[in-house]
């Protein structure tokens, strides 16, 4: 009765937030996902019923790499653009945008399981695969300090969401208590898959004389704020910014184009010259980070200097790169646990620190054991 009054609710809500959806559909950071997830369009169901997984973005979608290599096709939906380009990389995965719940009903092929990453709790996705005869599963399950307070209060809903979860597979035991308190069950700690990630150089680039300082996964205003502290105190370095979302490569280029000529540096745009030669760089292509980080000195990550919650420190750890990084990491505070030697700076001090010379390179100090989550998954296919 719930799920059809829930429907309801959101049905209403789909008709009033229906002119603003035709309007940010016109927007280049949703001209794709909001048509494909709000109107269907050129997002039919999956073909097949097969094991369903569903990531939300980039680092979830990547992060399914070692589950979703052990079937030998599966279907795979997520939520943005920059998700649904990194599950185009899985030859093996028919690849769809989530759509807007209400179209569940209809639109979801239910196969036999349902995997969801982290704290993608969608109740019609769950209560329909369910309904439907599918074990379902939530894995890499966490939920932040700043989150839980929020869960708490709508402590009946999530009820509701988990009676339709079969298994919980949480990152930590502090996880597995927040989530028996918001009514999950058959909760087990397996840790961070991202962990079981080996980061894939697919491109070699040459490094440059100078040093490199990686500017990675940045946010409005971090641009500004990394720029001005590297041109205060480490000049004799090449300055790579690669910003999170491609749909600000312009912005950012504007930025870093009008600093640089003010100051007299070379600059230029990654898509027009692949070399790391000059002064300041602006990465404008997905999927180089990787290859980048291979070949950097420092990291400067991003997203923990505005108020974004921080972003995954695992792949340049991977590589052992001194990391520098912002106090705002509240959404990742279980990853940067998992890392020794990361520097915590506040955005006011991060011109001294680059003054520094003796950066210490980072080291992953923990491990998971994704074999639970596959041999759970391959016992009820």
């Not at 988990?162 to 298994?167: R, T, Y």
Request: net charge positive; aromatic share 14%.
């Amino acid at each position: 009765m719930f799920a059809y009054f829930y429907t309801t609710i959101l049905t209403i809500a789909y008709l009033f937030l229906f002119p603003f959806l035709i309007f940010f559909s016109f927007k280049k950071k949703y001209k794709i996902s909001i048509p494909a997830r709000f109107f269907l369009y050129k997002n039919p169901p999956f073909k097949e019923k097969k094991v369903h997984f569903h990531s939300c973005s980039l680092g979830e979608t990547l992060s399914l790499e070692p589950l979703i290599k052990e079937f030998e096709r599966v279907n795979l939906s997520v939520i943005t653009n920059t998700g649904f380009e990194a599950a185009k990389r899985y030859k093996n995965a028919d690849v769809r945008f989530l759509p807007y719940e209400i179209f569940l009903w209809f639109w979801l092929r239910v196969g036999k399981v349902l995997v969801v990453t982290e704290a993608e709790l969608w109740y019609l996705l769950f209560f329909i695969s369910k309904k439907k005869g599918a074990k379902t599963f939530l894995i890499n399950a966490r939920i932040s300090d700043k989150s839980y307070k929020n869960y708490l209060k709508f402590r009946w809903f999530y009820k509701k969401i988990f009676k339709n979860i079969d298994f919980v597979f949480a990152q930590s035991q502090k996880d597995r208590k927040r989530l028996l308190s918001l009514g999950a069950k058959n909760v087990e700690v397996v840790g961070n898959i991202k962990l079981s990630q080996t980061p894939k150089v697919t491109k070699n680039y040459k490094k440059p004389k100078k040093m490199v300082i990686i500017a990675a996964s940045t946010h409005e205003p971090e641009e500004e704020i990394i720029f001005t502290s590297w041109l205060n105190s480490k000049k004799n370095s090449v300055l790579v910014v690669v910003p999170r979302h491609p749909e600000r490569f312009d912005e950012v280029d504007e930025l870093l184009s009008f600093r640089c000529k003010a100051e007299g540096l070379k600059y230029h745009r990654f898509s027009k010259n692949s070399t790391f030669e000059g002064d300041v760089v602006l990465v404008d292509k997905m999927g180089e980070l990787i290859n980048i980080y291979a070949i950097s000195d420092l990291v400067i990550l991003g997203g923990s200097f505005a108020d974004i919650g921080g972003h995954n420190p695992l792949e340049p750890a991977y590589f052992n790169k001194p990391i520098i990084s912002g106090k705002n990491i509240y959404n990742q505070k279980e990853s940067y646990s998992y890392v020794d030697c990361i520097e915590i700076v506040d955005a006011n001090s991060l011109d001294e620190v680059l003054k520094k010379d003796d950066f210490k390179p980072t080291k992953i100090k923990a491990k998971v054991d994704i074999k639970k989550i596959i041999r759970k998954i391959k016992d009820v296919v």
